[in-house]
């Protein structure tokens, strides 16, 4: 083996994860679960965030939810159970993250942003100097339907036989949970980066909760411009979200666009008003 194979996290002891530093990097990734069906799943889940270092669990409307039962199953881990989060809705369990990632088995046909483990885990190891991660998973049936991954700036995939290519919902979370540690040991070579983030010349990124309030003035300013005639919104909403998560502004940058929305239902609204003053004027 020549040095050019040698992973350079290799030379740098397994411990130093474990360490303040690495348990800070680590603690601003939160596993989301969507719709979990099993409660022996989520316990595996809950396992395997133990065996790497994941701390923060958070769970969109599970079919059970039972405290001793998890704990039962996936021995000393009361740490993340009795800290896990309940969400009805899956916007409130990613509202405050600057980067949402969804797990899934397929690639979907649109040009979503998507990656393979562990050149997925690196980057977001990176983006987590600025937030919050959010890694969500889908239901053990189903997995993530449409409109949830339409709220994801991204996605993971992992590159199983494709005749066969479901996993488990723990081993799937058992990788993708390894390929984070492995990116926060890799990311203690100080050459390459200081764990304590760097200072930013931009505004802060916008958090999900931000992003989704702004698509929601934007199908405004798009439904007053005419733009969804003929086509369905959320098709064509689909298309901007993908559109402006690749341009991943920050919060400033947000604001700007949020307030052109404005702009554009407000001038629709005088239109408007003018247009039925005109026809009240016209009928007297």
């Given at each position: ?26 603690a601003r ?225 947000l604001r ?11 001038f629709a ?16």
């Amino acid at each position: 083996m020549t040095s050019a194979d040698t992973d350079s996290s290799d030379s740098i002891p397994p411990e130093t994860v474990d360490t303040a530093a690495g348990r800070a990097v680590l603690a601003r990734f939160v596993v989301v679960l969507y719709q979990p069906q099993d409660l022996v799943n989520i316990a595996l889940v809950v396992r395997a965030m133990k065996n790497m270092g994941l701390t923060r669990l958070r769970l969109v409307s599970p079919a059970i939810f039972n405290a001793y039962r998890i704990t039962g199953i996936a021995h000393d881990t009361h740490e993340i159970v009795d800290a896990a989060e309940l969400f009805d809705e899956f916007d409130q369990a990613v509202g405050d993250a600057i980067r949402v990632v969804a797990m899934t088995a397929r690639r979907r046909a649109s040009r979503q942003v998507w990656s393979e483990p562990a050149e997925g885990a690196r980057e977001l190891v990176e983006r987590s100097a600025d937030g919050d991660i959010a890694l969500v998973f889908g239901r053990e049936d189903k997995g993530l339907p449409n409109e949830i991954l339409d709220r994801c700036h991204e996605a993971v995939c992992i590159p199983t036989n494709p005749e066969h290519p479901s996993l488990n919902l723990a081993h799937a979370a058992m990788i993708l949970f390894y390929e984070v540690r492995r990116a926060v040991r890799r990311s203690f070579d100080l050459e390459e980066r200081d764990l304590s983030g760097k200072a930013r010349d931009q505004a802060p990124p916008a958090t999900a909760a931000e992003m989704e309030e702004f698509f929601g003035i934007w199908e405004r300013a798009m439904a007053a411009l005419g733009m969804f005639r003929g086509v369905e919104p959320s098709i064509k909403m689909r298309s901007y979200r993908r559109i402006l998560k690749r341009a991943e502004p920050d919060r400033r940058e947000l604001r700007l666009f949020e307030a052109t929305a404005w702009r554009i239902v407000h001038f629709a609204t005088r239109i408007e008003a003018r247009i039925r003053d005109q026809i009240a004027k016209e009928a007297d």
